[in-house]
């Protein structure tokens, strides 16, 4: 099966809908901050590489593992 990438903070293929999504989310007031990030890999079986940081809002910590 061919690998996939996503993009979290936007059910987007697009990387600046992403980085837009995840600024908005970090000047609501319940949130603190916000990370957009992508990952590729192959859904059915679950194996993925490890996050790729496009852009941070906020303190967001550097290890991703950690939230």
């Given at each position: 099966m061919?690998?996939?990438t996503y993009f979290?903070?936007?059910p987007s293929n697009r990387m600046l809908q992403?980085?837009?999504r995840a600024e908005t989310l970090?000047?609501?007031?319940s949130h603190v901050d916000?990370?957009?990030f992508s990952r590729t890999g192959d859904?059915?079986?679950g194996d993925f590489s490890d996050a790729k940081v496009i852009r941070k809002?906020?303190?967001v910590p550097d290890?991703?593992?950690a939230l």
């Open positions: 061919a690998e996939v979290v903070a936007l992403s980085i837009m970090s000047r609501k007031e916000a990370v957009a859904p059915p079986t809002f906020g303190d290890d991703l593992s």
